[in-house]
């Protein structure tokens, strides 16, 4: 069965520094892996995603994502945070073996203070 | 455009009167999925449908009905509405192929007095 977790239900950064949101999973087959974003009011969008190749994935608005298989994490990351990046984010997973539903986490809320 | 279209986005019903909520895609994506969001308990599944006429209960089924009479429409059905279905629920479509992104919905709020 395919599971996804967020350990932290907030994270608060300053502006102007790194940061990290934290995602582990667990799928039986090879993990399709994916971050999304929800603004206040609005639907999910799309910020990027690991199918195969190379672990750091680049995807919308300056975000990045490292996969680790060993430690079965996909951990969302941004070298310098910016007030409008405050939103909620969702990792989520697929088991790329085979056609599958995609789980979702229960979300992380990123505030980032000026 | 391509789009998800759910309606309607905004409802208040009472307990008991069955109600639909819409949902449309128009990029003849095979897979599609309600979710309900709930604060502090993230995006559960409801139901989901691989293709026209397969469905399949997801995390928290009980309460609603869905059918998948054409590939672009994907209702969801509450025949008899209660207070603890009073949430936001999102729709999505996505290709069948496990690696294409998921597209969703604006949402629908759902509040049953």
């Known amino acids: 069965a395919q599971s996804v977790a967020q350990p932290e239900d907030q994270v608060n950064v300053a502006e102007g520094n790194p940061l990290t949101v934290k995602c582990t999973y667990s799928?039986?087959?090879?993990?399709?892996l994916f971050w999304y974003v929800q603004y206040p009011n609005r639907g999910l969008q799309f910020l990027l995603k690991y199918i195969t190749g190379d672990n750091l994935v680049k995807g919308s608005y300056g975000f990045e994502a490292e996969f680790n298989k060993s430690q079965t994490s996909f951990h969302l990351k941004k070298p310098s945070a910016l007030v409008s990046d405050s939103a909620l984010y969702f990792c989520?997973?697929?088991?790329?073996?085979?056609?599958?539903?995609?789980?979702f986490g229960s979300g992380t809320r990123l505030s980032i203070r000026p | 455009e391509a789009q998800v279209t759910q309606n309607p986005r905004y409802l208040i019903t009472v307990t008991g009167k069955k109600l639909t909520v819409t949902c449309s895609q128009n990029m003849n994506h095979e897979y599609m999925s309600w979710y309900r969001q709930d604060p502090g308990l993230g995006l559960r599944q409801i139901y989901y449908s691989m293709n026209v006429e397969v469905t399949d209960k997801g995390d928290v089924p009980e309460g609603y009905k869905v059918s998948r009479k054409e590939k672009r429409n994907f209702p969801l059905i509450l025949e008899s509405p209660s207070p603890n279905q009073t949430s936001l629920y999102f729709c999505?479509?996505?290709?069948?192929?496990?690696?294409?992104?998921?597209?969703f919905g604006e949402g629908s709020w759902l509040t049953v007095v």
């Open positions: 989520a997973v697929r088991d790329g073996s085979s056609a599958s539903k995609i789980i």
């Open positions: 799928v039986s087959g090879n993990p399709y």
């Open positions: 999505a479509s996505s290709p069948l192929d496990s690696g294409n992104t998921i597209y």
